[in-house]
């Protein structure tokens, strides 16, 4: 019975309120940004939409891995893992098929949705500080959200280089640097993933 540790439970409260709020978060803005991305035809802006989604998904996976065991923890690392490839790769063909059929991205809106979103995702990078070096499952929370910051300032800079040069070079470029963002972070969130599920089952292996 003294093992329930109020304090403990308390700080876990605390930290799925954070996970609710952030899930609460991206959810919105994958809404806005996939709405904004089809209106301004933005490569930039869809990409960085599906990024929150995946960071919602992500949410809501380590909301569910929370009391569970160090393996399903890894699974759920690994299932946000192989979200984010899939979606990475998704940006890569939208970025072929906008290529061959064209696109007018709108700069203005691109800055504008980009500049919202960044002011969220900020936000919610602080919230997430304290699971920077946790457990595998939880520091995938973190790394999503790092990617969509990168992804916001990289998207508020297309849409500056779309105004001024009037080509939607900038923005397919953004698109496609975002989507390999995306993949080298999918590959590492796998990467930890696997190792995490090897020391998980490391003591069962003994005799």
Same mark, same amino acid.
């Given at each position: 019975?003294?093992?329930?540790?109020?304090?403990?439970?308390?700080?876990?409260?605390?930290?799925?309120?954070?996970?609710?709020?952030?899930?609460?978060?991206?959810?919105?803005?994958?809404? *806005?940004?996939?709405?904004?991305?089809?209106?301004?035809?933005?490569?930039?802006?869809?990409?960085?939409?599906?990024?929150?989604?995946?960071?919602?998904?992500?949410?809501?996976?380590?909301?569910? @891995?929370?009391?569970?065991?160090?393996?399903?923890?890894?699974?759920? %690392?690994? $299932?946000?893992?192989?979200?984010?490839?899939?979606?990475?790769?998704?940006? $890569?063909?939208?970025? *072929?098929?906008?290529?061959?059929?064209? =696109?007018?991205?709108?700069?203005?809106?691109?800055?504008?949705? %980009?500049?919202? @979103?960044?002011?969220?995702?900020?936000?919610?990078?602080?919230?997430?500080?304290?699971?920077?070096?946790?457990?595998?499952?939880?520091?995938? /929370?973190?790394?999503? /959200?790092? *990617?969509?910051?990168?992804?916001?300032? %990289?998207?508020?800079? =297309?849409?500056?280089?779309?105004?001024? $040069?009037?080509?939607? *070079?900038?923005? $397919?470029?953004?698109? /496609?640097?975002? %989507?390999?963002?995306?993949?080298?972070? @999918?590959?590492?969130?796998?990467?930890?993933?696997?190792?995490?599920?090897? @020391?998980?089952?490391?003591?069962?292996?003994?005799?």
């Amino acid at each position: 019975m003294g093992e329930c540790g109020c304090h403990a439970q308390a700080t876990n409260e605390a930290e799925r309120r954070i996970l609710r709020v952030a899930l609460g978060l991206n959810a919105t803005m994958f809404v *806005v940004g996939i709405v904004a991305g089809m209106i301004a035809q933005s490569m930039g802006l869809v990409a960085d939409s599906l990024d929150m989604l995946a960071d919602a998904s992500a949410y809501g996976i380590a909301l569910m @891995a929370w009391a569970r065991s160090a393996s399903f923890k890894a699974s759920a %690392a690994q $299932l946000s893992g192989t979200l984010l490839l899939i979606l990475g790769l998704g940006v $890569l063909l939208g970025v *072929v098929w906008r290529l061959l059929m064209g =696109s007018h991205p709108d700069g203005a809106w691109m800055m504008g949705i %980009a500049f919202v @979103a960044l002011v969220v995702n900020t936000s919610v990078l602080r919230l997430l500080e304290r699971f920077r070096h946790g457990e595998v499952h939880l520091r995938a /929370t973190w790394l999503f /959200t790092r *990617v969509d910051v990168i992804a916001n300032l %990289a998207v508020i800079v =297309s849409g500056v280089l779309v105004l001024l $040069l009037h080509s939607a *070079v900038p923005d $397919l470029v953004i698109g /496609t640097a975002i %989507a390999c963002y995306v993949l080298k972070e @999918a590959l590492g969130i796998l990467r930890e993933a696997k190792e995490a599920r090897a @020391a998980a089952l490391a003591p069962t292996a003994k005799p």
